[in-house]
């Protein structure tokens, strides 16, 4: 591979046997973390199994929040593991350990549960949360690998990570620790919101906005609906049907009984089909694909894309007990980001 430096042309060669480049330095972090990964998911059935379940049913059953503290890239976890609990149903936020001592403390109330990130379990910053924790008798989670030390022996709950190699070389830049911490955050949230019955509803309503929120709305909130409908009723002359589709600017017509029941569709691959010096003469019903796809309103946005994409279509119709009451067209998903 050849790099411009200046008006110098370099040539950087990576060999894969190469055990002292970029490249083989990546692959001893990612393989030393996973390692450590591999090491929580094994305490997980062990000593750590009794703990962690304790852990849920103690934030499960706690009518206040999980006020999560932490300092440096502990702290950092701490901020990321509160916002997922918070957006998958369980009430936290963060608080900084060097800020609690200055007043935020007032932010915790006796109905929390406060849950504390240290590796060493001795931080000195914590000291005025878990003193504040055990004066007022709120629950404390503790989030260490040092099960002796004086934050495990203050907590009620203790959450011990197995000793790993960090991946940085002199074993000082959190990587595999923080790591570790972060995966158990993300196991909690989960069994959390599991316990919880949150359901794609309620992650919606906490995120309503970006590509996610747009894949999280439902079919019923960007569907046409009512005179927009692009529809025939068996016996129209196709003569009358192209005008009507023209009209609409779906590129397609559904075609329905004398009972307004959907039971067809009429795309432009249908007319090429049919094309011939009688088609403006035939009916709705002789050209029609019989059974189209179709979407109930109460679908996410993004389980229709899914639909879309399977069939190769770009025009769905959305009906109930067969009756439609929508169309959505992979335009109106452009419209509102979602793909």
Known sequence: MAAVSGKRIVKVVTS???????????????????????????????????????????????????????VGKSGHVAGKIAATLASTGTPAFFVHAAEAGHGDLGMVTRDDVVLVLSWSGETVELRSVVEYARRFDIPLVAVTAAPDSSLARESNTVLCLPRAPEACPHGLAPTTSTMMMHCLGDALAIALLESHGFTAEGFHAFHPGGKLGANLKFVRDIMHRGKSLPLATTGTLMSEAIVRTTEMGFGCLGVVDGNRRLVGIITD???????GPDLLTRLVEDVMTPAPKTVPPDMLVGAAIDVLNQAKITALFVVEDRHPVGIVHMHDLLRIGVV
């Open 16 to 70: 894969r046997h190469d055990k002292t480049g970029p490249l083989a330095s990546a692959q001893r972090t990612i393989e030393t973390e996973q390692a450590g990964l591999a090491a929580l998911q094994a305490a997980l059935d062990d000593g750590l199994a009794g703990p962690f379940s304790e852990a849920v049913d103690l934030i499960h059953g706690c009518s206040g929040r999980v006020v999560v503290s932490g």
């Open 269 to 275: 691959g249908d007319l090429r089909r049919h094309l």
